[in-house]
Structures are given as structure tokens and as C-alpha cells.
């Protein structure tokens, strides 16, 4: 956990270089340890009731919290801050409370039926919730406290039209799986439609998008060691396609369905992740 935590810090560092502080400590050091703090606050009692039920929505609230921490400490606020806020506000609160209804119905989240009655690996998965925040939102984080401060122009037009087609697609995805599981003649099948006939996990090419976007507005507002925080979307990238994303999603639907002609041939014909129109 401490590697953790001490990555978190190395951003924290260069998110803050340039930035604004406040008490004399750079406010990215105080947007990184709220983050970690959040989770570990709700890490207590999910862990004495056996509970994951909130720790998606314990994610999203932590991205809401710590931006509009970010947009308070890093004050004055610029149309870059409200705007970045904006993005954070919108796509949190729709994903937060998504995913919140979704655990709800289904009672459990898989993935946590082997680790949250272990309190180290119950912890660490709240601890790297903490980081995942950190870095997806580094970039937004460092532009809202950064000490420059510069009009919206072109910069800010060509990311939030790339936010907008990346919360578009991630948004309709959703929907359109919560919908097709509604069905009771559905059950137990894989969608293939709408979107999912573009793409495997078109939600998760939503995501990445999004946060490209993200990081498009906020390059006018870095300076210096804070242009590393434009790392963020590839992390999110990295993070959903190679360790706890597609991987566990592909291998679960290769489980359950990977012996169904009618799944092969979906997979032969659908990209992974990148849509592009059913072949």
C-alpha cells in the first residue's frame, strides 16, 4: 500500500509544481490526501458490515469532493476551473449513481467476493480507488490550481467536443445494457446491439474518450513538471485495457459463452474496444 501512496505523492508533486497553495502546502498535496482519506474513511464500515455496495459510488464522490476542493483552495476560479468542474460534476454524478442502482439490483459485485472479508486486500482496493482518482483527474486538478490563467479558446472548444463524444457514447452504452437486462428474455445472454454491435465495451471507449477530453481543456492551464498530469487519459486507458478492465470482462464472457457459435462469430466481427460499424 505504501507504493500506493507514494505514487499518489509523485503526482501530487507535479500536479502542484506552479500550482496554487494554500496554508502553504500546493493544493494538488491537498486534493491527492482527500482522496486517499474519502476511501478510507468508507473502507471502515463497508469492511465491518462486509459490504462493497459503496464503493463505486464512494469513487464518484471522491471525484466530486476533491474537484470541488480543488476550485475552493485554488481560488480565484477561471472559465477553465468552472468548466473542467462542469465535466467532473456531470459525468460523476450520472456514473456515480448508475453504478450505485446497479449493485443495488444485483445484490453483490463479483469482484469482491474473495477480498472483502480480508481487511489488507479489502483496504487495498479502496487505496487504489484513491489513486485511480488521483491520476484520472490529475490533469483537471493541476489547471484548476494552476497559478496561470488564460481565456477559453480553441484548446477548450476541441476538448469539450471530445468530452461530449466520449459522455455521449459512454452514457448510451450504459443505457442500452441496463435496458437490454431488463428483459426477462434476455437473461443470461451477452448484448450485441446498438452500440455493442460497434464494440465489446463501447462504455469503456466512452471513458477513455471523456478523459482525453479532459485533458485537451486543461493543457492551456499547465506549466512546467504539470504537464505530466496529461498522462491521466493514458492511464485510464492503460487501467481499463490491460489490468482490471477488458481483461476480467473478456476472460468472465469467454466463461460463460465462449463455447456459443453465435458468440464466436460476435467476436469475430466486433472489435474489442475501438468501434467501427457490425461487418
Known amino acids: 500500500m505504501a507504493v500506493v501512496v507514494a505514487i499518489g505523492a509523485l503526482v501530487a508533486w507535479a500536479g502542484a509544481s506552479g500550482g496554487r497553495t494554500a496554508a502553504g502546502i500546493g493544493v494538488h498535496w491537498w486534493v491527492a490526501a482527500a482522496s486517499f482519506v474519502i476511501n478510507w474513511a468508507v473502507f471502515v464500515p463497508s469492511y465491518l458490515r462486509g459490504t462493497e455496495h459503496f464503493y463505486d459510488l464512494t469513487g464518484s464522490l471522491t471525484y466530486l469532493l476533491t474537484t470541488i476542493l480543488a476550485v475552493v483552495l485554488g481560488g480565484p476560479a477561471d472559465g477553465r476551473s468552472w ?38 486486500r479489502f483496504l487495498m ?88 477530453g479532459v485533458a485537451v481543456v486543461a493543457v492551456p492551464g499547465l506549466r512546467g513538471w504539470q504537464y505530466v498530469t496529461l498522462l491521466s487519459p493514458v492511464f485510464v486507458a492503460l487501467l481499463l485495457t490491460r489490468i482490471s478492465g477488458l481483461p476480467m470482462l473478456e476472460r468472465r464472457a469467454d466463461k460463460r459463452w465462449g463455447d456459443e457459435p453465435d458468440y464466436q462469430r460476435y467476436k469475430e466481427r466486433t472489435p474489442v474496444l475501438v468501434p467501427r460499424p457490425p461487418s
Open 83 to 120: 468548466l473542467l468542474l462542469g465535466f467532473v460534476v456531470v459525468w460523476a454524478g450520472r456514473l456515480g449513481s448508475f453504478l450505485f442502482l446497479r449493485i443495488r439490483k444485483a445484490g453483490k459485485d463479483e469482484r469482491f467476493d474473495r477480498i472483502k472479508g480480508d481487511p489488507a
Open 125 to 212: 482496493t479502496w487505496t487504489l480507488q484513491g489513486l485511480w482518482v488521483i491520476f484520472t483527474a490529475a490533469a483537471a486538478h493541476a489547471a484548476i490550481a494552476s497559478t496561470h490563467r488564460s481565456s477559453l479558446g480553441w484548446w477548450a472548444a476541441v476538448g469539450t467536443l471530445v468530452w461530449l463524444i466520449g459522455f455521449g457514447i459512454e452514457a448510451v452504452a450504459d443505457e442500452q445494457k441496463r435496458r437490454f437486462k431488463l428483459d426477462p428474455a434476455n437473461s443470461g445472454r451477452y448484448i450485441s446491439s446498438g452500440l455493442w454491435a460497434w464494440s465489446r465495451h463501447p462504455n469503456y471507449f466512452g471513458e477513455i474518450v471523456l478523459w482525453i
